[in-house]
């Protein structure tokens, strides 16, 4: 889990080489030793919260092209978020990600379903969240395999 956004400057693209700004750099590390990526973000005025889409421009450069990924919606409303989701599905699709269609879902997150120390309570959201995470492993799992066998 990268948990660097707040320290992470304004992307510029002058600033997108060696040495990269520590923040940016914790984040591209962290995107090459990950498998798949699922994203959770909130909709804000309309479409990806700033710091998040700025969090994005620095995946261009390296960390997400090629590289499995599913979101969960992350608002109350059962349509809620549907601007930043398709954001999101723009940028993805400019980095190169893989979307898992499986492990792209709205589900909606009631606020009485998530404790006072920010766990998901509701049973039947957190089966749904594993479900988006087990066709995600699942779809690493046979790319992986499918790599190893053309090796």
Known sequence: MYR?????????PDDDHD???????QLRALLAEADA??????????SLPGSFKNLLD????????EKAVGYINA????DG?????DTLRVVLAYVGAELVTGACVRL??????????????DPQ???????????????????????????
């Open 4 to 12: 660097g956004t707040a320290e992470l400057p304004a992307f510029n």
């Open 75 to 78: 608002s109350p409303m059962v």
């Open 37 to 46: 990526v699922l994203i959770s973000t909130p909709e804000y005025a309309g």
């Open 19 to 25: 040495p990269l700004p520590p923040a940016a750099e």
């Open 58 to 65: 620095w995946t261009v450069g390296g960390g997400l092209h």
């Open 125 to 151: 959201l957190k089966a749904a969240i594993a479900d988006a995470l087990v066709a995600l492993a699942k779809h690493v799992a046979a790319r992986t395999h499918s790599r190893s066998a053309a090796d």
């Open 108 to 121: 909606p997150v009631r606020r009485d379903a998530v404790g006072a120390d920010g766990v998901i309570t």
């Open 81 to 85: 978020a549907t601007a930043a989701h």
